[in-house]
């Protein structure tokens, strides 16, 4: 079992940055794949980002390249997720989630966080 708790959500501007962070248990952190995934209201759950176990390959949605990297500590049991240029379009809550690999889609994953809500005002 792994549990995964999101922090760093909130209100920002538009053009503003956010971190969020998705704090794993467990001492097998690093045998997961680590995924990003968004809902807006009334949207269907659609993937933002996600990366290998040893942190070396990342992946992203084409809306969020150039704007939002994802990275991993596995020594801390945390995977981040920093968004730049935020714009209101990235309005949504943002979900963690673990899988054994790095995959595009949500079903593929074992495991989720609870969500952490992002507003980004225009």
């Known amino acids: 079992q792994v549990q995964l708790v999101e922090s760093g959500g909130g209100l920002v501007q538009a053009g503003g940055s956010l971190r969020l962070s998705c704090a794993a248990s467990?001492?097998?952190?690093?045998?997961?794949?680590m995924g990003w995934f968004r809902q807006a209201p009334g949207k269907e759950r659609e993937f933002v980002a996600a990366?290998?176990?040893?942190?070396?390959?990342?992946y992203l949605a084409d809306s969020t390249k150039g704007r939002f990297t994802t990275s991993r500590d596995n020594a801390k049991n945390t995977v981040y997720l920093q968004m730049n240029r935020l714009t209101p379009e990235d309005t949504a809550i943002y979900y963690c989630?673990?899988?054994?690999?790095?995959?595009?889609?949500?079903?593929?994953?074992?495991?989720w966080g609870q969500g952490t809500q992002v507003t980004v005002s225009s």
């Open positions: 990366i290998g176990g040893s942190g070396g390959d990342t």
């Open positions: 467990g001492r097998t952190f690093s045998s997961y794949a």
């Open positions: 989630a673990a899988a054994r690999r790095p995959y595009y889609t949500a079903p593929e994953y074992d495991y």
